[in-house]
């Protein structure tokens, strides 16, 4: 079964760093599609960053340049550093991947950017 547990979420003044991490089980994130997505207050789910097994990672145009999704092998983690946060960045932030055409969802991490 596949388990994905997000952590590293919490209230950030603007301008401030945060990374978040989702630990897997039942899959091998180095081997699959891993993605974060976002929910802010009264919007829909936004795709924020991806990494195909092989391939170039992908952003949403408005964290380009300041966020990174990457992975460790080792510890079978995806992390979502992200930098320079803006008041518009506050949502819940949940990590994703695939198996088998099958869609998992962590139980997301909140952060909150705000002076």
């Known amino acids: 079964q596949v388990q994905l547990v997000e952590s590293g979420g919490g209230l950030v003044q603007p301008g401030g760093s945060l990374r978040l991490a989702c630990a897997a089980s039942?899959?091998?994130?180095?081997?699959?599609?891993v993605a974060w997505y976002r929910r802010a207050p009264g919007k829909q789910r936004e795709l924020v960053a991806s990494?195909?097994?092989?391939?170039?990672?992908n952003y949403v145009d408005s964290v380009r340049g300041r966020f990174t999704i990457s992975r460790d092998h080792a510890k079978n983690t995806v992390y979502l550093q992200m930098n320079s946060l803006k008041p518009e960045d506050t949502a819940v932030y949940y990590c994703?991947?695939?198996?088998?055409?099958?869609?998992?969802w962590g139980q997301g991490t909140q952060v909150t950017v705000s002076s």
């Open positions: 039942g899959i091998i994130v180095s081997n699959t599609i």
């Open positions: 990494m195909p097994s092989g391939g170039t990672t």
């Open positions: 994703s991947t695939i198996l088998r055409s099958t869609l998992y």
